[in-house]
Protein backbone atom coordinates (compact mmCIF):
# COMPACT_ATOMS: atom_id res chain seq x y z
CA UNK A 1 0.00 0.00 0.00
CA UNK A 2 1.51 3.81 -1.14
CA UNK A 3 1.51 5.89 2.24
CA UNK A 4 -0.62 9.36 0.94
CA UNK A 5 0.00 11.46 4.84
CA UNK A 6 -0.56 14.44 2.49
CA UNK A 7 -4.37 15.54 2.37
CA UNK A 8 -5.80 18.64 0.44
CA UNK A 9 -9.11 19.26 3.10
CA UNK A 10 -11.93 21.90 1.78
CA UNK A 11 -13.61 24.50 4.04
CA UNK A 12 -16.98 25.79 4.05
CA UNK A 13 -17.84 29.01 5.37
CA UNK A 14 -19.82 26.98 7.94
CA UNK A 15 -17.27 25.16 9.25
CA UNK A 16 -17.73 21.98 7.37
CA UNK A 17 -14.47 20.10 6.06
CA UNK A 18 -14.24 17.52 3.27
CA UNK A 19 -11.09 15.55 2.15
CA UNK A 20 -10.76 16.30 -1.26
CA UNK A 21 -7.65 14.14 -1.84
CA UNK A 22 -4.44 12.81 -0.36
CA UNK A 23 -1.15 12.70 -2.16
CA UNK A 24 2.73 11.49 -1.03
CA UNK A 25 4.27 14.35 -1.34
CA UNK A 26 3.50 18.45 0.41
CA UNK A 27 4.63 19.96 -2.52
CA UNK A 28 1.81 17.73 -4.79
CA UNK A 29 -0.95 18.95 -2.56
CA UNK A 30 -0.37 22.51 -1.83
CA UNK A 31 -0.36 22.39 -6.08
CA UNK A 32 -3.55 20.99 -5.98
CA UNK A 33 -4.68 23.51 -2.94
CA UNK A 34 -3.56 26.14 -5.15
CA UNK A 35 -5.32 25.37 -8.33
CA UNK A 36 -8.65 24.79 -6.38
CA UNK A 37 -8.03 28.24 -4.64
CA UNK A 38 -7.07 30.04 -8.10
CA UNK A 39 -10.73 29.18 -9.19
CA UNK A 40 -12.24 31.93 -6.86
CA UNK A 41 -14.37 29.66 -4.76
CA UNK A 42 -15.30 30.89 -1.35
CA UNK A 43 -14.12 28.08 0.13
CA UNK A 44 -10.73 27.25 1.86
CA UNK A 45 -8.62 24.72 1.39
CA UNK A 46 -6.23 23.20 3.42
CA UNK A 47 -3.02 20.75 3.21
CA UNK A 48 -2.73 19.21 6.36
CA UNK A 49 -0.58 16.25 7.00
CA UNK A 50 -2.01 12.92 8.29
CA UNK A 51 -0.19 11.24 11.33
CA UNK A 52 -0.98 7.42 10.66
CA UNK A 53 0.26 6.13 14.17
CA UNK A 54 -2.66 7.89 16.12
CA UNK A 55 -5.06 6.01 14.03
Not at 23 to 50: C, N
Amino acid sequence: MTDLPWVVVRQDDNGNRYRVGRYATREEAERVSDMLDARGHKQLYLVERIDRQAS
